[in-house]
């Protein structure tokens, strides 16, 4: 059984910056991509970020990118997406999500992902 645990979300103001974790195990986690989501109130999960097994391909949403940087820590199990310049926008509930593929390739679309953390609630106030 694969278990993952974020943490590191919180309330912060617009401009500021959170570096969430996401700490995998009962999975060779070096093996597979893993991903974050997120979803605000009324309205569906989306894709924030994505980072291959190897760590040497990075994906991120329109949205985000030039903001938001993932990267992982194989020995450690973990993943971290750095989030900086936030905005009100970025408000909602982060998911840390592990692919389905061992070994495979990354993918944007949360059905290439069978393994989802409980969430971690990020507020940006205005």
């Known amino acids: 059984q694969v278990q993952l645990v974020e943490s590191g979300g919180g309330l912060v103001q617009a401009g500021g910056s959170l570096r969430l974790s996401c700490q995998a195990s009962?999975?060779?986690?070096?093996?597979?991509?893993m991903g974050w989501f997120r979803q605000a109130p009324g309205k569906e999960r989306e894709f924030v970020a994505a980072?291959?097994?190897?760590?040497?391909?990075?994906y991120y949403a329109d949205s985000v990118k030039g903001r938001f940087t993932i990267s992982r820590d194989n020995a450690k199990n973990t993943v971290y997406p750095q989030m900086n310049s936030l905005k009100p926008e970025d408000t909602a509930v982060y998911y840390c999500?592990?692919?389905?593929?061992?070994?495979?390739?990354?993918?944007?679309?949360?059905?290439?992902?069978?393994?989802w953390g409980q969430g971690t609630q990020v507020t940006v106030s205005s």
């Open positions: 999500a592990c692919a389905a593929r061992y070994r495979g390739v990354v993918v944007t679309t949360s059905g290439g992902y069978n393994y």
């Open positions: 009962g999975r060779t986690f070096s093996s597979y991509a």
């Open positions: 980072i291959s097994w190897s760590g040497g391909s990075t």
